[in-house]
């Protein structure tokens, strides 16, 4: 095969530098090059499990058990935005955070403190951490050089961090219980520290902190805030406790308030306490009588309430699976919610036709995200389906969903920005791919099979027939009169639907491992063989196929797409690999992207690979494309300057004198000592000149 080369052209006159605008076709892979993250959709905070939670400026910093640290930018309370997220430690699991300057703080359970530079919200950057935390980090408040980090069983640590790089434990002490929640206030640390209620721990010598008093609460201190000389502690069960702290060696209760569904954070501003209260929600308690607070408002949220942050007029609340909460409380007496970014999608399937993805997203149904500019895709409408969306294919204006238990689903996509459903057939299966081909559509109905839906009538599929495969049917792809079924343990199914009402087994092969995903290109079948990797097989006789050759992706396949001479396979947590499959019997990696979520799916369309990327929704994958910067001219000679480039890689400099002829010069080739790079050409002189780079196979 001839490599096909990337490059971009720039003209170079004698009077100067000037752009020309030409196209020339790209590549999708180079020998050398992996795909790069071209842009990114994920909806809503990509993640799990919101615990922690902390503001600073238009953006709040959750604490993402299950993914880590997530950037929420909130200028706009009503429409809270995702920017960008920093991955967990091995181990870890972020539970609480805390912003100071350019750095977050993330209590990280397992993997100890973690530092996280956030000076470019959109691209956190882990800098350092401390992993000398003993047991399991839960919370963390920062005052000066100094974190304290509340560490589960091993009480209060104390992190000297004037070097973020290189965070140093300097002292602890082991409370009597389980530290849970930290504040801090002049030269006091003060513990929610379980069964033990309030710990005040002096830290005036960070290497020697000492205990000084305490007072046992009658429920389970999960939480501390500080607001003069009271103590607010969020106590489980026992909801809100009011502690007196002006004598720091004797704290006394002075109030209290019995929220109803389990006190676990609280924050303090002005006279109000805001309580997160698990499966209440939002409390607001009027504190300015601490012997009597009394509740004045709240707002019951969808999920599980654990921390609390207060920031001018709004509440924002960490909800579980829920995400982040956003509830404006300029009146107590009636919060109310404005805004959320959940955690809510997992990307499974996805389908591309012309300038709109359409991503099949779980619990979220149908996402409709305009990628006309892959830097920067925007979701313009979606349609919550009834059921778990899992497979997507479109034909026409219509968007056609396999959506588990509630069967097929069939929503209008004229109107991207306002899906509709036109109709649906509830099939007896659990619908878990879909292809569309003609006035039907082939379902894998898992169980049931496949299914074939005539959608000649978009407003009422009418199922036509079926054939139930040994296996549970996963995947499917239609080509000719023929439909491939990825069938799980029985592996590749082969099944003539020349006769669509009579569906008929003409032949079938055993995949070595669970078939999840298919797809076919020319006298191939590619599958997504779950831990066996890409297998191909033979199917030029559908009534015989035969497995020719494979490949060992290392992590579970879940899906595959083919162009040209390459597959695409989603890894699931390996990402995605590129597979040279030019010789279908010996296929080889040429490249890969490790995505941060889950790869589920993927398709190809033009120069992008459009992954399904699990929690963190949509992914776009394409080249990284050398782009001329500038051209600058010295005595007879003109030197290029061109920028992304992949370090250690060979690129070719070549320039013509016209572009109507195929008469291109080489300048030279060298590697790029990184991520841009520069060649001069010496035999420039006054003749108008084009340039273009490209890598070098």
């Known amino acids: 095969m001839k490599p096909m080369r990337q490059h971009l052209l720039f003209s170079k006159t004698s009077r100067g530098c000037g752009l020309v605008t030409l196209a020339l076709a790209l590549a999708w892979v180079a020998h050398g090059a992996n795909p790069v993250l071209i842009g990114q959709w994920t909806g809503w905070m990509p993640g799990g499990w919101a615990t922690g939670v902390a503001v600073s400026g238009n953006y709040a910093y959750v604490g993402d058990e299950i993914v880590g640290l997530q950037v929420i930018d909130v200028s706009n309370p009503a429409n809270p935005q995702w920017v960008g997220g920093c991955t967990n430690d091995p181990g870890g699991y972020a539970v609480g955070v805390a912003v100071s300057g350019n750095y977050a703080y993330v209590a990280d359970g397992g993997a100890g403190l973690q530092v996280i530079d956030v000076s470019d919200p959109a691209n956190p950057q882990r800098v350092g951490s401390c992993t000398n935390t003993t047991t399991r980090a839960f919370d963390v408040a920062v005052s000066g050089n100094y974190a304290y980090v509340a560490d589960l069983n091993a009480g209060l640590q104390v992190i000297d961090v004037s070097n973020p790089a290189n965070p140093q434990r300097v002292g602890g002490y082991d409370t009597s219980d389980a530290a849970f929640g930290v504040a801090l206030s002049g030269n006091y640390a003060y513990v929610a520290d379980l069964d033990a209620g309030l710990q005040v721990i002096d830290v005036s010598n960070p290497a020697n902190p000492q205990p000084v008093g305490g007072y046992a609460t009658s429920g389970d201190a999960s939480g501390v805030a500080l607001s003069g000389s009271?103590?607010?502690?969020?106590?489980?069960?026992?909801?809100?406790?009011?502690?007196?702290?002006?004598?720091?060696?004797?704290?006394?209760?002075?109030?209290?308030?019995?929220?109803?569904?389990?006190?676990?954070?609280?924050?303090?501003?002005?006279?109000?306490?805001?309580?997160?209260?698990?499966?209440?929600?939002?409390?607001?308690?009027?504190?300015?009588?601490?012997?009597?607070?009394?509740?004045?408002?709240?707002?019951?949220?969808?999920?599980?309430?654990?921390?609390?942050?207060?920031?001018?007029?709004?509440?924002?609340?960490?909800?579980?699976?829920?995400?982040?909460?956003?509830?404006?409380?300029?009146?107590?007496?009636?919060?109310?919610?404005?805004?959320?970014?959940?955690?809510?999608?997992?990307?499974?399937?996805?389908?591309?036709?012309?300038?709109?993805?359409?991503?099949?997203?779980?619990?979220?149904?149908?996402?409709?995200?305009?990628?006309?500019?892959?830097?920067?895709?925007q979701r313009v409408g979606g349609y919550d389906t009834s059921g778990w969306a899992s497979?997507?294919?479109?034909?026409?204006?219509?968007?056609?969903?396999?959506?588990?238990?509630?069967?097929?689903?069939?929503?209008?996509?004229?109107?991207?920005?306002?899906?509709?459903?036109?109709?649906?057939?509830?099939?007896?299966?659990?619908?878990?791919?879909?292809?569309?081909?003609?006035?039907?559509?082939?379902?894998?109905?898992?169980?049931?099979?496949?299914?074939?839906?005539?959608?000649?009538?978009?407003?009422?599929?009418?199922?036509?027939?079926?054939?139930?495969?040994?296996?549970?049917?996963?995947?499917?792809?239609?080509?000719?009169?023929?439909?491939?079924?990825?069938?799980?343990?029985?592996?590749?199914?082969?099944?003539?639907?020349?006769?669509?009402?009579?569906?008929?087994?003409?032949?079938?092969?055993?995949?070595?491992?669970?078939?999840?995903?298919?797809?076919?290109s020319g006298n191939y079948a590619y599958v997504a063989a779950g831990p066996a990797g890409l297998e191909v097989l033979d199917v030029s006789n559908p009534a015989n196929p035969q497995p020719v050759g494979g490949y060992d992706t290392s992590k579970w396949a879940w899906g595959v797409a083919v162009s040209g001479?390459?597959?695409?396979?989603?890894?699931?947590?390996?990402?995605?690999?590129?597979?040279?499959?030019?010789?279908?019997?010996?296929?080889?990696?040429?490249?890969?992207?490790?995505?941060?979520?889950?790869?589920?799916?993927?398709?190809?369309?033009?120069?992008?690979?459009?992954?399904?990327?699990?929690?963190?929704?949509?992914?776009?994958?394409?080249?990284?494309?050398?782009?001329?910067?500038?051209?600058?001219?010295?005595?007879?000679?003109?030197?290029?300057?061109?920028?992304?480039?992949?370090?250690?890689?060979?690129?070719?400099?070549?320039?013509?004198?016209?572009?109507?002829?195929?008469?291109?010069?080489?300048?030279?080739?060298?590697?790029?000592?990184?991520?841009?790079?520069?060649?001069?050409?010496?035999?420039?002189?006054?003749?108008?000149?084009?340039?273009?780079?490209?890598?070098q196979p």
């Open 230 to 377: 009271y103590a607010y502690v969020a106590d489980a069960a026992a909801g809100l406790q009011v502690i007196d702290v002006s004598d720091p060696a004797n704290p006394r209760r002075v109030g209290g308030y019995d929220t109803s569904g389990g006190a676990f954070g609280v924050a303090v501003t002005g006279n109000y306490a805001y309580v997160a209260d698990h499966a209440a929600g939002l409390q607001v308690i009027d504190v300015r009588n601490p012997a009597n607070p009394r509740r004045v408002g709240g707002n019951a949220i969808s999920g599980d309430a654990h921390k609390v942050a207060v920031s001018g007029n709004y509440a924002y609340v960490t909800d579980g699976y829920a995400g982040l909460q956003v509830i404006d409380v300029s009146n107590p007496a009636n919060p109310r919610r404005v805004g959320q970014c959940g955690a809510r999608g997992i990307a499974q399937g996805v389908a591309v036709c012309g300038n709109y993805a359409y991503m099949a997203d779980a619990e979220a149904g149908l996402q409709v995200i305009d990628v006309s500019d892959p830097v920067n895709p």
């Open 565 to 695: 001479n390459y597959a695409y396979v989603a890894a699931g947590q390996g990402g995605l690999l590129v597979i040279d499959v030019s010789n279908p019997a010996n296929p080889q990696p040429v490249g890969g992207y490790d995505s941060s979520g889950f790869a589920f799916g993927v398709v190809v369309s033009g120069n992008y690979a459009y992954v399904a990327d699990g929690n963190w929704g949509l992914i776009i994958l394409g080249p990284r494309t050398p782009r001329i910067t500038s051209i600058t001219l010295a005595a007879g000679t003109a030197t290029v300057y061109y920028t992304n480039t992949i370090p250690g890689t060979a690129y070719t400099l070549e320039c013509r004198t016209d572009l109507t002829t195929a008469n291109w010069q080489p300048v030279g080739t060298q590697s790029a000592p990184g991520n841009s790079a520069s060649q001069t050409d010496s035999a420039a002189d006054g003749d108008h000149r084009y340039y273009r780079v490209f890598y």
């Open 391 to 520: 497979g997507v294919a479109v034909s026409g204006n219509y968007a056609y969903v396999a959506d588990d238990a509630a069967g097929l689903q069939v929503i209008d996509v004229s109107n991207p920005a306002n899906p509709r459903r036109a109709g649906g057939y509830n099939n007896s299966g659990n619908a878990s791919g879909v292809a569309v081909s003609g006035n039907y559509a082939y379902v894998a109905d898992w169980d049931a099979g496949l299914q074939v839906i005539d959608v000649s009538n978009p407003a009422n599929p009418q199922w036509v027939g079926g054939y139930n495969t040994s296996g549970s049917a996963a995947g499917v792809a239609v080509s000719g009169n023929y439909a491939y079924m990825a069938d799980d343990a029985a592996g590749l199914q082969v099944i003539d639907v020349s006769n669509p009402a009579n569906p008929q087994w003409v032949g079938g092969c055993d995949t070595s491992g669970s078939a999840a995903g298919v797809a076919v």
